[in-house]
């Protein structure tokens, strides 16, 4: 890729409202250069769980390693080739509603929701190796009340026994960054980004960076935080404390011409910021929905180019990664 030029990304999305027996998701590769999209996944499965608005709809999180392609659904994660031939897959008895995953090393880390808890999954080994819960106590309401933000409490275990915790979502971690030794954990009811160290079984997570409640996909970025500022349909670059240093506007599109705009806000929205990625030092590129990939420019805040998969709302970006082949089968 040039220095001018903008990458293919892969990006999962869920439908949201859909019937069963309808496509809820699916995988779609786009050439944001060409402005195109080929949908490589349709997602459909007649086991999925129907009730709730995401529920365990859709392929969520993305992530590369080995020349295989990972995609996060609820409580499995499947694997792919670069073709997208499936080539396996892998449960945990503590993965539930998984969101987000992210690759460091020979090391796999995902977000699962239902169990306020961070895994950690060994890609030589084929096995869970280590998690981490971050779960509120009954007090955390009466501390959001005072206009503070609770801190969760936090349980190390194995992820491969039984001693880990039970099923409940209370902080909803839905991202994960490996990041330097830390892995940093976020969620939409956290306001916190949190640092979890990998060395040492004893060190606890540490607040890194103060980040409005709502958010997606937030990261260490610079000497700041970057997320998706999903109830202000922006992408934002943040110090530490939480204030914008830049700010990146999703497109909005008139309602006349939306599919499905008639639905009410919490089923499904227009706007609704989720999927981020960082190419060199300053293009951004976020997801939004009706499924739109848009890549920015941070420094200038210019729209470089924008991609729209269709223009039904009720279908949002979800997981979002650039493609580290040439071409699907490059």
């Not at 608005?53 to 995609?71: E, P, S, T």
């Not at 796999?108 to 971050?134: C, H, K, N, P």
């Amino acid at each position: 890729m040039s220095a001018t030029s903008l990458p293919r990304v892969l990006c999962s999305s869920v439908i949201r409202s859909v019937h069963q027996g309808e496509s809820h998701g699916g995988v779609y590769l786009v050439d944001l250069e060409a402005g195109v999209a080929e949908r490589v996944i349709d997602w459909s499965d007649d086991s999925i769980d129907w009730e709730g608005r995401g529920g365990d709809r859709g392929l969520r999180g993305i992530a590369f390693h080995g020349g295989l392609v990972y995609l996060a659904a609820s409580d499995e994660v499947f694997v792919y080739d670069r073709e997208f031939r499936q080539q396996g897959s892998f449960r945990n008895r503590y993965l539930k509603h998984c969101h987000e995953i992210n690759v460091a090393g020979d090391r796999l880390y995902l977000a699962s929701t239902g169990y306020d808890s961070v895994l950690e999954f060994d890609l030589i080994r084929q096995g869970f190796s280590r998690a981490w819960m971050l779960r509120y106590g009954p007090s955390a309401k009466f501390v959001k009340r005072l206009g503070r933000r609770p801190r969760p409490r936090w349980k190390a275990y194995d992820p491969s026994g039984g001693d880990g915790p039970e099923p409940a979502d209370t902080t909803h971690v839905n991202n994960v960054w490996p990041h330097e030794g830390a892995v940093y954990a976020c969620g939409t009811r956290l306001g916190t980004l949190w640092k979890i160290p990998l060395e040492g079984s004893a060190s606890r997570p540490s607040a890194f960076a103060t980040v409005p409640f709502g958010t997606h996909n937030a990261r260490p970025f610079r000497d700041g935080v970057m997320f998706n500022h999903t109830a202000s349909d922006r992408i934002v670059y943040a110090d530490r404390s939480g204030r914008a240093r830049s700010s990146l506007a999703l497109p909005a599109y008139a309602p006349e011409t939306l599919e499905h705009a008639d639905l009410p806000g919490d089923l499904a929205r227009p706007n609704f910021g989720r999927g981020l990625t960082v190419v060199g030092a300053s293009t951004v590129i976020g997801g939004s929905s009706p499924a739109t990939i848009t890549a920015f420019d941070l420094d200038t805040g210019e729209r470089l180019a924008s991609v729209t998969i269709t223009m039904d709302v009720r279908n949002a970006v979800h997981g979002l990664e650039v493609w580290p082949f040439d071409a699907p089968g490059g």
